[in-house]
């Protein structure tokens, strides 16, 4: 069975239910009438209103009984419908309550962490000397030793010459 079509199989059966109701109460009416166990008269018109009134207090009497006996389970659907509506939505605004907590926790964490790395940058000496540079601060002059002039290291063990496209030369006879 589709889902679409339930709502429409239901009402079908309600109302299937409904006219045979009505069918068995007009018939009871008929067949007190016909056993004249109730008022019966002459005119057709007043046997009619006569039995219309009581095929109605009998259908108002049955769907008082009903709604005593139903009324009462859709009461209690109903109760247990709005509770798990309630419940779902204390549900959902917890989750939501827990993920913003969350959310605080992690930029705190954060806030720590860019606390701590500004702290570093503030002490490390080099970004002092930058920033101070950068602010026009000097703490002297330059420094005035002379600098000290490295050659290479030699690390091939011998002294071929290479030409200038890096390949070497062809070795000098000695």
Excluded at 8 to 31: K, M, P, Q, W
Excluded at 53 to 71: E, H, P, R
Aim: aromatic fraction near 8%; proline fraction near 3%.
């Amino acid at each position: 069975m589709q889902a679409g079509s339930a709502p429409s199989n239901t009402d079908e059966l309600r109302i299937l239910g409904l006219i045979s109701f009505v069918s068995i109460l007009v018939g009871c009416a008929i067949a007190v009438f016909d056993a004249n166990l109730w008022l019966r008269d002459e005119s057709t018109y007043t046997n009619a209103i006569t039995y219309t009134m009581g095929a109605f207090t009998l259908q108002g009497m049955a769907y008082f009984i009903y709604k005593m006996l139903a009324q009462d389970s859709m009461d209690q659907r109903a109760i247990v419908s709005n509770m798990q509506r309630n419940m779902t939505r204390q549900m959902q605004n917890q989750q939501m309550r827990f993920a913003q907590k969350q959310m605080e926790m992690e930029i705190k964490k954060q806030e720590v962490a860019f606390a701590k790395q500004l702290d570093d940058l503030e002490k490390d000496p080099e970004v002092q000397n930058y920033i101070a540079l950068m602010n026009g601060e000097t703490d002297g002059e330059a420094p005035k030793h002379k600098a000290t002039k490295q050659e290479p290291l030699k690390l091939s063990a011998g002294s071929r010459k290479r030409n200038p496209d890096g390949t070497y030369a062809p070795k000098e006879k000695e």
